[in-house]
């Protein structure tokens, strides 16, 4: 149970992914004050913080949003950027609950065990911000969460991670306004039409390596089914030319060793 790790009003790092809604859900009906706090900016797709509202109003749960900027922090562009931008989360987030009275809660996240497992620098920063994740305490990891999900009617539980807009670029490139909204718009134009061709949703991400490389976690026959779909939509954006890569994971990508799976290239 994880609301037993939270003694006093809690305010929740809020992204509207699977982990953070479940947790806000079952703090919430286990009666604990909880507010949700959500960062917007460039580095975050609209379409994730139109879904993290929506399912806010949908279920009465208190929630507040602030801009948050890390394009301009040092480091941003390095493997630890994930590390320093939490960091500066953090402190930005407690800034804001003390503009806004409520310096007295605690600050939690959802965090879960499975992130152990893989390279996450950002577990540092939680560490040195003393920042609580019950889902973690409790040991839960993914497929216990979604489980969880599952049996109390929570929207989506299959929902695929979403992880910030700069994870699309690789390490020592610096990301600005323009390509990040470019990404982010071309990503969600290519789930739509490919939902559309393909009958599911399938999870992708459209990389800058620095050249363009777009995954998707799907059969290989199946995407080369829709490459002219594809293409046409990445000419839109102006990604191409651009390889195209189907895969089961496409996540952690600049953090694998031996990236050696073959790929089309678009033109």
């Known amino acids: 149970m994880v609301e037993k790790f939270i003694e006093k009003p809690a305010a929740l790092a809020y992204s509207g992914g699977l982990d953070s809604r479940y947790l806000a859900k079952t703090l919430c009906a286990a009666g604990c004050d909880l507010l949700l706090v959500h960062a917007t900016g460039d580095h975050i797709a609209p379409r994730d913080t139109l879904y993290a509202q929506t399912f806010a109003q949908k279920n009465k ?111 020592g490139l610096r990301a600005d306004a323009q390509t990040l909204k470019r990404i982010a718009e071309a990503e969600s134009t290519l789930a739509q039409a490919l939902t559309s061709a393909l009958g599911f949703e399938p999870a992708l991400r459209l990389r800058l390596t620095p050249s363009p490389l777009l995954q998707v976690e799907c059969e290989e026959e199946s995407l080369l089914s829709q490459q002219d779909r594809v293409r046409a939509i990445l000419d839109q954006f102006a990604f191409l030319p651009a390889k195209l890569l189907a895969e089961q994971m496409i996540s952690g990508f600049f953090d694998r060793e031996g990236q050696t799976k073959a790929a089309v290239v678009l033109t």
Do not use: W
């Open 61 to 171: 749960l208190p929630m507040l949003s602030f801009l948050f900027d890390p394009l301009h922090i040092e480091g941003i562009d390095t493997k630890e950027r994930c590390y320093v931008c939490k960091k500066a989360l953090f402190q930005t987030m407690r800034a804001i609950l003390e503009k806004h009275g409520e310096s007295g809660r605690i600050l939690i996240d959802g965090t879960n065990r499975d992130d152990h497992a893989v390279f996450r620098p950002g577990l540092r920063a939680l560490a040195e911000e003393n920042i609580v994740s019950p889902l973690d305490l409790a040991g839960l990891g993914k497929e216990a969460i979604r489980a969880k999900a599952r049996a109390m009617h929570l929207d989506d539980p299959e929902q695929k991670p979403s992880p910030c807009l700069l994870t699309r670029l690789a390490y």
